[in-house]
């Protein structure tokens, strides 16, 4: 183990190894005190989520009566010859995700309790609906298919004013 000079003070030595020992240990301690933040956060977000009920209670940003009616409108439509498109079957999926009524998210098929997402997870899977729209390795039926996922969420999470 080599000895240097730290920088503090006349004959203050530290060694390598300890150096990267306290900035592991620092970096550690910071990304446990965020990990301990944002699952506080959601949390609070899921017990959000069930306390709220009938029309008062949120799917994301929007009202739960808002996000069934989309969802009973598009399942109606994809039960039509020609319309059960991709596109629709993503965005059904993303419905029925949000709404709590599939455990398995559309994008990255993460398992969760069958109750509506908080904002966090919701927005975690529109991400990865992002990234796997960039990717051009993809099948054409399978980002028709991640755009409706992507477009249904980011309406749920208020990013986007119009519905799929």
């Not at 965020?34 to 029309?55: I, L, P």
């Not at 739960?64 to 319309?83: D, F, N, S």
């Not at 993303?94 to 559309?106: D, F, I, M, N, Q």
């Not at 997402?117 to 054409?140: I, Y």
């Amino acid at each position: 183990m080599r000895e240097i000079d730290a920088g503090i003070g006349a004959g203050v030595n530290l060694a390598v190894d300890d150096r990267a020992s306290c900035r592991e240990n620092f970096a550690f301690r910071g990304i446990a005190a965020a990990t301990a933040v944002r699952r506080r956060r959601m949390a609070v977000d899921s017990e959000r989520n069930d306390d709220m009920r009938g029309k008062d209670a949120l799917v994301g940003i929007k009202p739960r009566v808002q996000v069934e009616g989309a969802y009973r409108r598009l399942e109606h439509a994809v039960a039509a010859p020609g319309l059960r498109t991709p596109f629709s079957m993503g965005a059904l999926a993303a419905y029925g995700w949000a709404l709590g009524r599939v455990t398995e998210a559309p994008v990255t098929g993460a398992v969760g309790t069958g109750r509506v997402p908080s904002s966090h997870l919701l927005t975690a899977e529109l991400d990865a609906a992002v990234v796997q729209l960039a990717d051009p390795t993809e099948s054409l039926e399978r980002v028709d298919h991640v755009r409706g996922v992507h477009d249904a969420l980011a309406w749920v999470c208020g990013l986007v004013d119009e519905q799929p």
